[in-house]
């Protein structure tokens, strides 16, 4: 008896945790040939109507096991009305020392969802514009599969 209801109340904890996703705006990009060069920025654009919200912004990035290095240095960019058009250079670490990687993988590709900005709040409404550039030494940079960006609204 104590079982079935143990069952019913992890069902219940199960299927409320998936349905709260929170996610307000996400849009990922995919890299052609896996091969992301400087002059390959990812742009998103962002309509926002609730001024009075806060917001967490994730940088999200696929790669495959065939990644090279331990971390990634992209530069995020942000502008709309109200806010300064500013680049803010962010790590991302991929693996730990020993080389395991830290991320979500599935069959040999590796997803990391990194908080760059939170709590945010935007001056107004309207059109933002965030971008994602690759800012490591190596160009293009190999084995990145996908770039993008996630809002979620608190």
Same mark, same amino acid.
């Given at each position: 008896m104590m079982y079935k209801h143990l069952l019913i109340v992890a069902c *219940?904890?199960?299927?409320?945790?998936?349905? *709260?996703?929170g996610a307000y705006y996400e849009k990922n990009s !995919?890299? /052609?040939n896996q091969s992301w060069s400087y002059d390959n920025i990812q742009k998103f654009e962002v309509d926002i109507?609730?001024? !009075? %919200?806060?917001?967490?912004?994730?940088?999200?990035?696929?790669?495959? %096991?065939?990644?090279d290095f331990s971390n990634i240095f *992209?530069?995020?960019h942000e502008k709309g009305k109200g806010l300064k058009d !500013? %680049?803010? &250079?962010?790590e991302i670490v991929l693996a730990q020392l020993d080389g395991r990687w830290l991320s979500n993988s599935a069959g040999g590709v590796y997803e990391k969802q990194?908080? %760059?900005k939170e709590n945010i709040a935007f001056p107004d409404t309207g059109k933002y514009e965030f971008a994602v550039e690759q800012n490591? &030494?190596?160009? /293009?940079?190999?084995n990145i599969i996908n770039v993008g960006i996630k809002l979620v609204k608190k």
């Open positions: *219940v904890i199960i299927s409320l945790s998936s349905c *709260v996703d !995919t890299i /052609p109507d609730d001024i !009075t %919200a806060k917001y967490d912004i994730y940088i999200n990035l696929r790669h495959s %096991a065939d990644y *992209v530069l995020f !500013t %680049a803010y &250079r962010k990194y908080l %760059a490591m &030494r190596e160009n /293009p940079l190999k």
